[in-house]
């Protein structure tokens, strides 16, 4: 039933998504968000998958590949880690990567790039990665990130697709609009970089309080209402030179 109503939601919300080949002639940072312990290793906490996931462990392989490739480039990197303090809850959602602990830490396949001299860190306390960057003194360090960079295009990828990929992306787009990212031009997300949570109905009716939430149906949503907020999407990302016309 599940995989008859995906296939028809992406029959009547097609994204047909694009490619992307990173040459170095455009200035491209790499955005990552929330790939950490808490939502993506095994049994690390209350919102981490409870088995093995096939789009959480591709999301994995595919961000790392582009993070390697990036600093071995030394192109801008800047990283979102879901980061909460304990006495502020996140509601709807129960207590999740607390700081200070290995929930909140990036997943042992990215540690290396706390290392990294082209990488930016960013703890966040909320889901809207470009809120959560905001300082105390209104300064927000996204923002300087892309301006100290010259940066116009950047590559999200990240996890969950639908709920901090997509604040992130639509609130970036709506900065974008308002001219306070210059010279940022395209907010492109890559569909194989990101994923979502997996809470099937049957699984949702036992938990008080709890929302269904379908894996593959959201993820799919996700990309639809970024592309529909003016992100690019694409499958398929590549390195090399631009062939001359």
Request: proline share 7%; hydrophobic share 40%.
């Amino acid at each position: 039933m599940v995989s008859k109503t995906i296939d028809m939601l992406k029959k009547e919300l097609p994204l047909e998504p694009g490619s992307l080949l990173l040459s170095g002639h455009v200035k491209t940072g790499l955005v990552l968000v929330d790939i950490v312990n808490g939502f993506c290793t095994v049994g690390a906490g209350n919102l981490a998958p409870r088995q093995p996931d096939k789009q959480i462990s591709h999301m994995l392989d595919e961000s790392v590949k582009l993070a390697r490739m990036f600093c071995d480039k030394k192109w801008p990197v800047f990283a979102f880690l879901d980061s909460h303090h304990p006495d502020i809850p996140e509601p709807p959602y129960p207590p999740h990567c607390i700081s200070g602990t290995e929930e909140a830490e990036l997943v042992p396949a990215l540690k290396w790039l706390v290392n990294e001299s082209n990488v930016t860190l960013r703890r966040k306390e909320c889901i809207d990665g470009f809120l959560g960057s905001v300082e105390k003194d209104g300064s927000n360090v996204f923002v300087s990130w892309v301006k100290n960079n010259q940066i116009k295009n950047i590559l999200v990828v990240g996890i969950c697709t639908d709920v901090c990929v997509l604040d992130f992306v639509c609130s970036t787009l709506s900065a974008r609009n308002l001219r306070f990212l210059a010279p940022l031009e395209d907010v492109i997300v890559y569909s194989h970089g990101c994923a979502t949570y997996d809470l099937p109905v049957h699984v949702a009716d036992t938990i008080q309080g709890a929302l269904a939430h379908p894996q593959d149906l959201m993820h799919h949503i996700g990309l639809f209402m970024a592309k529909g907020r003016g992100a690019k999407v694409v499958s398929e990302v590549s390195f090399g030179a631009v062939k001359e016309p």
